[in-house]
Nanobody, 120 residues
Framework: VQLVESGGGSVQAGGSLKLSCIMS????????MGWFRQAPGKERELVSS???????EYANSVKGRFTISRDTAQNTLYLEMRSLRREDTAMYYC????????????????WGQGTQVTVS
């Protein structure tokens, strides 16, 4: 299994970005997928998650601004980010856990290398 993120970059506050994560070899009917972020000097935090039933969760700080989605045919996870704020600046990681819905996940098994988002 390999997860590869893309779509990060630099944007002004109020702008938008859409992150993508291609999940090669991730062929499970039950799963949890998510986006995490880590800013310098801070702990990694869950931004959003989605499972095979389409149930989604969002951190309070991004509710109403970010949207997680997936394309099962393309094995791709997305995070659409709008109304970006400086505090959204971080390295963003996609992650996946097979065989469990998100409510049962303690830790994700598979991780990407991350894509940097900088909001100025």
């Amino acid at each position: 299994v390999q997860l590869v993120e893309s779509g990060g970059g630099s944007v002004q506050a109020g702008g938008s970005l859409k992150l993508s994560c291609i999940m090669s070899g991730f062929m499970y009917s039950t799963y949890c997928m998510g986006w995490f972020r880590q800013a310098p000097g801070k702990e990694r935090e869950l931004v959003s998650s989605i499972d095979n039933d389409g149930d989604t969760e969002y951190a309070n700080s991004v509710k109403g601004r970010f949207t997680i989605s997936r394309d099962t045919a393309q094995n791709t996870l997305y995070l659409e980010m709008r109304s970006l704020r400086r505090e959204d600046t971080a390295m963003y990681y996609c992650a996946a856990q097979p065989l469990l819905p998100c409510v049962a996940v303690v830790a994700m098994e598979y991780w990407g290398q991350g894509t940097q988002v900088t909001v100025s």
